[in-house]
């Protein structure tokens, strides 16, 4: 493998791993504005929802076959590439935080207060449980929007 492939492997794990702090820091400040934390999950790393399940299949398939195409031909920078994207991808994965706390919700790395929340509600659909919230998240918009939050089984609100 050229130096030059070594030098962008460690330049993107520099830049996965400085997306990854700034995203916990962030979290960690934000955090705060939401008050006492009554509930929290992550919507990534979360078994009770399906589509996290396939999901997370997906990414450890993905990475072991990465490993084996690293261990097969150690030579080659396919399973180099692939690893890095994967690495770069999960840097991501503090956005996927929910808080609900006594002064608002931070959802997706976005704190929307309950004094913007005209509507919250508990929805069952099947199986699967919801927190449906309406009310105007951004500004200048004056058409109130629904959101629906889904809400693992181990989590009361």
Known sequence: ???????SYIVLLIISLSIFLY????????????????????SFFNFSFWINRFVLTAFTAYFLWCIYQIVHSPQ???????LMILIF??????????YVGSEGILLHMK????????????????????LEISGTFRLGLSKPETKRIPIPKNISL
């Open 23 to 42: 995203y916990l820091l962030s979290l960690r400040v934000k955090k705060k504005s939401v008050g006492d934390i009554q509930a929290q999950w992550s």
């Open 76 to 82: 080659s920078s396919n399973g180099y590439h692939r």
């Open 111 to 130: 704190f929307i207060p309950w004094s913007s929340i005209s509507e919250k509600k508990n929805i069952f659909r099947g199986k699967n449980r919801y």
């Open 89 to 98: 991808v999960l840097s991501f994965t503090p956005r996927w935080n929910v």
């Open 1 to 7: 493998m050229s130096s030059f492939l070594i030098i």
